[in-house]
């Protein structure tokens, strides 16, 4: 571990393989560190946000306001390379025309997020910087010319600009524009105790909705997308291949759909908690997964399969296990080539559909259904882990075994214990 100061910053580095946590070692949901109670609070006072890039002015940059100068500090954790997060404290921004303030309550980790620890996305994260994009919380000022929000507000945040001028964007399909940029990959993150935010990114939340449980609502949608392109009809038989946080999401959703659902999980505690959550599960290494498919759909095979797992074999089985004109809705970041039985496609007339993000509406129905109690968000989290320690969430959650969604609560500023 090393220690810097500056007049202005002061930053914490760690080496995200220093080593492997237990889930037993952090803090559980709605516990302090004592195991006191933790309840929701709106926290007030000036902060604003670590700024090495921002959005004001289509992502120009601008200097932040030393603590030093009046403003409040800030803590904030970044990816600063070479496999390390750096929790730091700096000064502050007000919200600038069109954006708001937001006090963030808590950020979730995603594999999205490990890709940018590993360094996969070197290539578009300017490092150091703030990252995670699963966030909840509330607005705590509103800048010039923002209107219909207000502070307090709970909120969470569509993490997709896009340019509107592409081909895409032109045809309706925003969401995967050309020139996307993803909040937390090409932009600074949310796991920052304040963050400013373009307001035309805001989604409403319930008063009453948990914010731990909000903070679930990005990945929420990426399955309400991931089950929408699969146009499933109720009573329609699907298989999940992959039972991590999104694979068990896809399958929540697709019953709430209607489906009968078979999720697909080598691990023992994903299929534990999948099956917690009165999903049918079947572990790979006991069973002949095709063979167990054609007894349960009567030889007529899967209407649509879901490959979450983003492993090679994964995308041979889902074909051998899709009906006669099945779905195969690829959901999963395959980063290389796959060979595929097209002669399968063929004699099937078989359709697959990529699934990349999600649009408002997925967002909109996402906090729907977590709000309706038809997704229970809160039996995926495994851990909540103070922002000071961030470095720790990340080791947890990368150190695999019985975790599935880590969050940080971003309030939480105490470091290691």
């Not at 980790?109 to 910087?129: E, S, Y």
């Not at 909040?183 to 035309?200: E, L, R």
């Not at 004109?325 to 290389?336: E, P």
């Not at 399968?344 to 709000?371: K, N, P």
Request: proline letters at 6%; charged letters at 20%.
């Amino acid at each position: 571990m090393t220690r810097s100061a500056g007049r202005c910053r002061t930053y914490v580095c760690y080496n995200s393989g220093v080593k492997n946590i237990s889930v037993n070692e952090i803090r559980k949901p709605g516990h302090g560190a004592a195991g006191e109670p933790r309840h929701q609070r709106h926290h007030g006072g000036d902060p604003g946000r670590l700024t090495e890039r921002v959005y004001n002015g289509g992502g120009r940059r601008r200097p932040s306001t030393p603590p030093g100068d009046g403003a409040h500090a800030m803590t904030a954790a970044r990816y600063a390379g070479n496999g390390t997060i750096v929790v730091g404290e700096d000064g502050t921004d007000p919200p600038g025309p069109g954006e708001v303030r937001l006090a963030v309550a808590y950020t979730g980790i995603c594999g999205t997020d490990l890709h940018v620890l590993h360094g996969a996305m070197d290539h578009r994260v300017r490092v150091p910087q703030v990252i995670g994009h699963e966030m909840a919380g509330r607005i705590e000022a509103v800048g010039e010319s923002v209107t219909g929000w207000a502070a307090g507000q709970p909120v969470t945040v569509m993490p997709l600009e896009w340019c509107g001028r592409c081909p895409a964007c032109r045809a309706g399909h925003r969401h995967i524009c050309h020139r996307l940029s993803f909040v937390g990959i090409d932009a600074p993150g949310s796991m920052q105790t304040t963050w400013n935010v373009p307001a035309h990114l805001l989604v409403a939340l319930p008063e009453d909705l948990p914010l731990p449980h909000a903070a679930l609502v990005e990945p929420t949608a990426v399955a309400v997308h991931d089950v929408r392109r699969a146009a499933l009809v109720a009573g329609e038989r699907v298989v999940v291949i992959g039972g991590g946080p999104v694979g068990v999401l896809v399958a929540l959703v697709a019953g709430a759909a209607g489906a009968d659902v078979l999720l697909v999980e080598i691990n023992e505690h994903r299929r534990a908690v999948a099956d917690r959550l009165g999903l049918t599960t079947l572990d790979p290494d006991r069973g002949d997964v095709a063979a167990h498919v054609q007894t349960w759909t009567a030889g007529a095979g899967a209407a649509a399969v879901f490959e979450v797992s983003g492993a090679e074999a994964a995308v041979t089985t889902a074909v051998d296990l899709l009906a006669v004109r099945g779905r195969l809705v690829v959901v999963a970041i395959h980063g290389q080539p796959r060979a595929v039985n097209l002669h399968r496609f063929f004699w099937r007339e078989l359709t697959m559909l990529g699934a990349r993000v999600y649009e408002r509406a997925d967002f909109e129905r996402a906090v729907d259904l977590i709000h309706g109690r038809q997704i229970p968000v809160e039996a995926l989290i495994s851990a909540v882990i103070p922002i000071g320690d961030a470095p720790s969430a990340f080791r947890a959650l990368a150190g695999g075994g019985a975790v599935m969604k880590v969050l940080v609560d971003c309030q939480d500023t105490r470091g290691p214990r």
